[in-house]
């Protein structure tokens, strides 16, 4: 079992900045390629960002490819989102997953794919 917890998120003008963080417990995350997705109010979650579990492969969502990256420490079980240049339009909860694979270099933004999910952090972009 693998517990999941992000932190980081908060309130921000626009264009401003957020790093979301998301730790792990139970089981070390090197053998997991790692997502955040987000929702919004009165939408259906949707796909951010991924990295593979050796770190040499990501892919990112066209809303967000330049403002956002993705990046993992697996000394220290943790994945991180830098978020630059927000816009009110990224308002959403962030929820980072964890998706067991036997691909050192793949990565999925297949919501299914993910076993385990954190609890998510909200993230709120004023105008």
């Known amino acids: 079992q693998v517990q999941l917890v992000e932190s980081g998120g908060g309130l921000v003008q626009a264009g401003g900045s957020l790093r979301l963080s998301c730790t792990a417990s139970g089981r070390f995350l090197s053998s997991y390629a790692l997502g955040w997705f987000r929702q919004a109010p009165g939408k259906e979650r949707e796909f951010v960002t991924a990295?593979?579990?050796?770190?040499?492969?990501?892919g990112y969502s066209d809303s967000v490819k330049g403002r956002f990256t993705i990046s993992r420490d697996n000394a220290k079980n943790t994945v991180f989102l830098q978020m630059n240049s927000l816009k009110p339009e990224d308002t959403a909860i962030y929820y980072c997953a964890a998706d067991r694979t036997s691909y050192a270099t793949a990565w999925t933004r297949q919501l299914r794919s993910y076993d385990y999910w954190g609890q998510g952090t909200q993230v709120t972009v004023s105008s």
């Open positions: 990295v593979s579990s050796n770190g040499g492969s990501t």
